[in-house]
């Protein structure tokens, strides 16, 4: 991935009360060249859903000129 995206776990965590050993599956993936974002929860594996959330990234059509 070399620093082109950055991973994260959502839903981000609470950030208050105890953990119950709970870790969310879902990955939101935000490519840092351009700003777009995507989020996956729909794999019971996090590496599924950050491969997802890539792949969506990847193959998302231009916005330049749609209105």
């Known amino acids: ?3 082109r995206y950055q991973v994260e776990q959502w839903p981000p ?3 208050s009360g105890m953990s ?3 870790i969310k599956a879902g990955c ?3 490519d840092m060249k351009t700003g777009n974002s995507y989020c996956c929860n729909i ?4 590496h599924l859903n950050r491969e ?4 969506n990234l990847e193959n998302q059509p ?6």
């Open 52 to 55: 997802a959330c890539i792949y």
């Open 13 to 15: 965590p609470s950030k």
């Open 1 to 3: 991935m070399n620093n």
């Open 62 to 67: 231009d916005q330049e000129g749609v209105q």
């Open 20 to 22: 119950t050993g709970e």
């Open 43 to 46: 794999y019971r594996s996090q």
């Open 28 to 30: 939101k993936v935000t």
